[in-house]
């Protein structure tokens, strides 16, 4: 081993509340970005995680075991993330989408990039050197991530988060090897940014985040009201739905400018997650004996292609998801008075869009036809279930070239 390495990295992180999206990009130009399901567990001693030496080292990524010391976390214990702590069995912490709790204040947002981070400079050095160091220094050029727009809107829950990413150093102790290797991540506090969710979705929609400043020309568009993201942005209003897992985005913006007197709007607090919360609790009120399934589970479950899939859907999701789509509607039916109904197009996104039925989508199209009565059938833009997961990244990421390209 190596003594130490000195790194600098740029990340931009999307927090779903799902799955944590992470772009990680190092000084010589190389990047990736990985997907991660945004959850941790305690270790209990029993689990059977194996060593590195037995496994794939690009199985890094899938048996991440750390321990965190961090002056914005108040304990430092042991922790299996994303899809190790899946498979240890052990019970896992993940976003509570069901008490509102939100992502700002929460140890989640803290724990899950840190290790990702971690985890991204370890990779670097072995793809770079085949050797692994005892210590990696990181320090973070660039840091981006986004909140929900009533966390974003709310000054002091946006501070708090910020003052804990940058507050002093953290460490990270991967404990995959005979012997740990430490990382200490370093935030810069002038470069440290964060975004509201869905208005990063929208840049996402209009750059390339892969060749920024350029246009987005590629096949999210194929079956788009537009041609490309020039065309798209020069359409004129936009009314943003962002429908996640815990909360649903609602903002009107013209292109990448808020409307003034407007601009970021509302953000409701109840998205797929909890409408499948809601489904769940009915569910084991029905069925005691099968026990209470987590969101989680449920939409597994829900998921499947024979007779209790079929049941958990048509019985006990869809009348959670109408009842959300009536939420929905009408806060969008304020945000069209607000703009005296100039909307030129109404975008849906996030990855609550792949839970709607085609009678969901038949609802908010006839509801917008209504608003906009003058028009012969207000154009309305489903984002493809392949590319909502990445757009708040994708945003992010045009967030990040632009600063980079002006230093």
């Known amino acids: 081993m ?113 290790v990702k981070i971690a985890y991204a400079a370890l990779n670097h050095v072995l793809d770079q050197e085949k050797n692994i160091p005892n210590t990696i220094n990181v320090q973070l050029a660039y840091y981006l991530t986004c909140l929900p727009i009533s966390e974003f809107n709310n000054k002091k829950k946006r501070d708090a988060l910020r003052k804990k990413l940058i ?35 929208q840049i996402g929609l209009i750059y390339s985040a892969n060749n920024f400043p350029n246009y987005r020309n590629d096949d999210v568009y194929t079956n788009a009201p537009y041609k490309n993201g020039q065309d798209y942005y020069n359409s004129g209003n936009t009314l943003l739905i962002d429908i996640g897992d815990g909360t649903t985005d609602v903002s009107i913006i013209n292109a990448t400018r808020p409307l003034k007197g407007i601009g970021v709007n509302i953000s409701l607090n109840q998205g797929v997650g909890t ?46 998801i109408n009842l959300l789509i009536r939420a929905i509607e009408t806060e969008v039916e304020k945000e069209f008075r607000k703009a005296n109904n100039d909307i030129s197009t109404v975008v849906v996104l996030g990855g609550g869009v792949n839970l709607l039925t085609s009678q969901n989508k038949k609802a908010v199209q006839s509801l917008l036809d209504s608003l906009n009565p003058l028009a012969d059938h207000q154009r309305i833009w489903w984002i493809d279930s392949e590319y909502n997961q990445l757009l708040n990244l994708d945003g992010l990421r045009v967030f990040l070239a632009q600063k980079s390209n002006k230093k």
């Not at 001693?45 to 037995?54: A, F, N, Q, V, Y």
């Not at 404990?175 to 740990?180: A, H, L, Q, V, Y």
């Not at 609790?281 to 987590?294: A, C, R, V």
């Open 2 to 114: 190596k003594n130490t390495k000195n790194l600098v990295m740029a990340v931009a992180n999307d927090s779903g509340n799902g799955f944590s999206k992470t772009y990680t990009q190092f000084e010589d130009g190389t990047n990736s970005t990985t997907v991660t399901p945004s959850l941790y567990a305690n270790v209990s001693g029993k689990e059977t995680i194996p060593e590195l030496g037995r496994i794939d080292l690009g199985e890094l990524d899938n048996n991440m075991d750390v321990m965190i010391k961090s002056p914005a976390l108040k304990t430092a214990s042991e922790l299996l993330v994303g899809k190790a702590a899946v498979n240890s069995g052990n019970a896992v912490t993940a976003y509570n989408v069901e008490a509102n709790t939100g992502k700002a204040e929460t140890d989640i947002t803290i724990i899950i990039p840190l």
């Open 167 to 201: 507050k002093g150093k953290h460490i990270v102790l991967i404990k995959n090897f005979s012997r740990d290797v430490k990382i200490t991540i370093s935030l810069d506090a002038d470069n440290t940014y964060i975004y509201p969710e869905g208005i990063a979705a």
């Open 275 to 320: 409408a499948a919360a809601a489904a769940s609790d009915q569910l084991q009120i029905d069925y005691p004996q099968l026990g209470h399934y987590t969101r989680s589970v449920f939409l597994e479950h829900a998921a499947m292609k024979n007779q209790e899939g079929k049941t958990l859907r048509e019985k006990y999701l869809t009348p959670q």
